[in-house]
């Protein structure tokens, strides 16, 4: 196989695999933070806090993986 089919290759997987991961780590967290927000009603705003500053923590690291992900695509 072609180098840059390759890059093109393993990109598209990379991708895939980190639209994957980040979806299916938030699906968790709000899972678990509507357990919580069910479980402690008056601790609802605590647990939205905390469930917001880490969903935005897990967009962060999938929008890296994808900015890697289209540098390795544009550098082959």
Request: charged share 10%.
């Amino acid at each position: 196989m072609e180098s840059v089919a390759l890059a093109f290759l393993s990109a598209g997987i990379g991708a895939a695999g980190a639209v994957i991961g980040v979806g299916m780590g938030i699906g968790k967290l709000a899972a678990a933070a509507m357990e919580g927000i069910a479980r402690q009603p008056e601790a609802s705003g605590d647990i939205r806090g905390a469930m917001i500053l880490t969903a935005a923590l897990i967009e962060g690291v999938g929008v890296i993986a994808l900015i890697v992900c289209l540098l390795l695509t544009f550098k082959a």
